[in-house]
């Protein structure tokens, strides 16, 4: 059987490196022989990240746009040249049998290049509403996965494949780690534990709610909380009233998000599509406060898909440092309403998102060689 060779090119945030590993995974369990090479962007995450995972990775010079007139704004069509030219290079080396772009600055040079030269490309497309790169690219592409229902409505219908987002295989069947989780974080079995996560980094917004209730967390004896502040705001909130009540643990970042999640009667997060969908593998309640600092607003069209869906509820994030602690106190106390969003979650769930990716991507290959 001939060596595949595949590039997975992408990155730029969490959201975007775990699910490329994950499908790097996959194809390595579906296929006995296959080289699977990275691309991404110099300076990132996933320079990091990935040879941490155990593949190879090439970093590309790309950075995005950014909103103001700036310095590296000028410089943008220099770096998008330089980023062609060696993106071209790459792929004249390393012959790939099929390009893979997750999202991020590094997919748009490496998937123009492969379609230029007639490699089979695969989009990954997480959010409910798509940007402009993977709009353009899509035309060209083999096949796009996607991890909502009617997106056709912005690619070719043809290409779209339902497959979820990839998510850590770890958060399936919690409930066998329930008592694991209460033991590894000090909480008590007896009570209701709201977790808040505010992303690696961490939320401001989120924060600032969580600072501003310190009557409603202290008076609400039967509610415990596991507190992410984020590796930004970890010396801003360490001390924090908040943080020092023994109903709280505060952490800036969750080495443990399977036990995490195990503990939680409801979450609360931002509207990522990575979050999303380990929300609903988990199959957890959430309240879900979009941030309002992203790309064609799409973390609300991300969480609105939820909520249409009765998988979620929803507070803009100008309202959140009001009311969503008082919100959460009192959705953690109804049951039927709990059972209701996680029922509806855990439906919308697709748990072998990685594995159905990996088997789009060999199909491909296959179908290119007979």
């Not at 993106?87 to 997919?107: C, E, L, Q, R, T």
């Not at 643990?249 to 995490?260: G, K, P």
């Not at 009001?322 to 979650?345: K, P, R, Y």
Request: aromatic content about 6%; proline content about 5%.
């Amino acid at each position: 059987m001939m060596k595949k060779k595949i590039i997975i090119s992408g990155g730029g945030t969490g959201g975007h490196i775990f699910p490329a590993i994950a499908i790097a995974d996959a194809l390595k369990s579906a296929l006995e022989q296959v080289e699977i090479l990275f691309i991404g962007a110099e300076g990132k995450m996933e320079m990091e990240r990935v040879p941490k995972a155990g593949y190879s990775i090439i970093g590309l010079p790309v950075a995005g746009l950014h909103r103001k007139l700036t310095l590296k704004n000028l410089l943008f069509p220099f770096k998008l040249l330089n980023s062609l030219m060696k993106a071209k290079k790459i792929v004249n080396n390393f012959k790939p049998d099929a390009a893979v772009g997750v999202g991020g600055y590094a997919s748009g040079p490496v998937l123009k290049i492969a379609n230029s030269k007639g490699i089979p490309t695969v989009l990954q497309e997480q959010n409910s509403y798509p940007g402009i790169t993977n709009k353009l690219l899509s035309k060209k592409a083999s096949s796009v996965c996607v991890a909502y229902e009617g997106m056709d409505r912005f690619f070719p219908k043809e290409k779209v494949v339902l497959t979820g987002n990839p998510v850590r295989q770890d958060i399936n069947n919690l409930h066998s780690k329930r008592s694991e989780g209460y033991q590894f974080y000090g909480l008590n079995p007896d009570k209701k534990t709201i977790l808040v996560l505010g992303g690696s980094l961490g939320s401001k917004t989120l924060n600032e709610a969580m600072a501003g209730a310190l009557l409603f967390i202290s008076k609400a004896d039967t509610v415990q909380w596991i507190w992410q502040s984020g590796s930004y705001y970890k010396e801003q909130y360490k001390n924090d009233p908040v943080a020092l009540l023994p109903q709280v643990v505060n952490l800036s970042f969750i080495e443990r998000m399977d036990l995490a999640y195990a503990c939680a009667d409801l979450v609360i997060g931002r509207a990522g599509a990575l979050t999303i969908s380990e929300i609903c593998v988990a199959g957890l309640p959430s309240i879900l406060v979009p941030s309002p600092n992203v790309a064609e607003d799409h973390q609300t069209k991300n969480a609105m898909a939820m909520v249409d869906q009765g998988a979620a509820k929803l507070i803009p994030d100008h309202e959140a440092k009001d009311s969503l602690i008082v919100e959460s106190l009192l959705l953690a106390q109804d049951t039927t309403t709990l059972n209701h969003l996680a029922f509806n979650a855990l439906r919308l769930a697709r748990p072998d998102a990685a594995k159905d990716i990996a088997q789009v991507i060999i199909n491909l290959i296959n179908r290119e060689m007979s």
